[in-house]
């Protein structure tokens, strides 16, 4: 059975970081990732993404200051956020394509159940 389990996030001072994980469990492996971030009377954001060749894009207001990275022999995926600023608050949630097991290979995508990062002095 295939599962997603989003875990991190928390609360922290201006400044600060903090690691959201997103662990597959029942899958070959991980293709790629996308991460979004929803705030309270905002659009969704696309703030960070990883393709399947693990080359990396982020979004304006938030490069030098998050990374993305895969493990492969652990099937998760992370968002570290550095240099956290008030406006970094958010439900942050990843979206990740997964390749199921053999024999079928067969690609799905799935969906964190979102985790709230919050910066407040």
């Known amino acids: 059975q295939v599962q997603l389990l989003e875990s991190g996030g928390g609360l922290v001072a201006p400044g600060g970081s903090l690691r959201v994980a997103c662990a597959t469990s029942?899958?070959?492996?991980?293709?790629?990732v996308n991460w979004y971030r929803q705030s309270p009377g905002k659009e969704r954001e696309l703030v960070a993404e990883?393709?399947?060749?693990?080359?990396?894009n982020y979004a304006d207001s938030v490069v030098g200051r998050f990374t993305t990275s895969k493990d492969n022999a652990k099937n998760t995926v992370y968002l570290d956020l550095n240099n956290l600023k008030a406006e970094d608050t958010a439900v942050y949630l990843c979206?990740?394509?997964?390749?199921?097991?053999?024999?079928?290979?067969?690609?799905?995508?799935?969906w964190g159940q979102g985790i709230q990062v919050a910066v407040s002095i």
């Open positions: 979206n990740v394509e997964v390749i199921g097991l053999p024999p079928r290979f067969q690609m799905s995508k799935l």
């Open positions: 029942g899958v070959f492996g991980i293709n790629s």
């Open positions: 990883m393709d399947s060749h693990s080359k990396t």
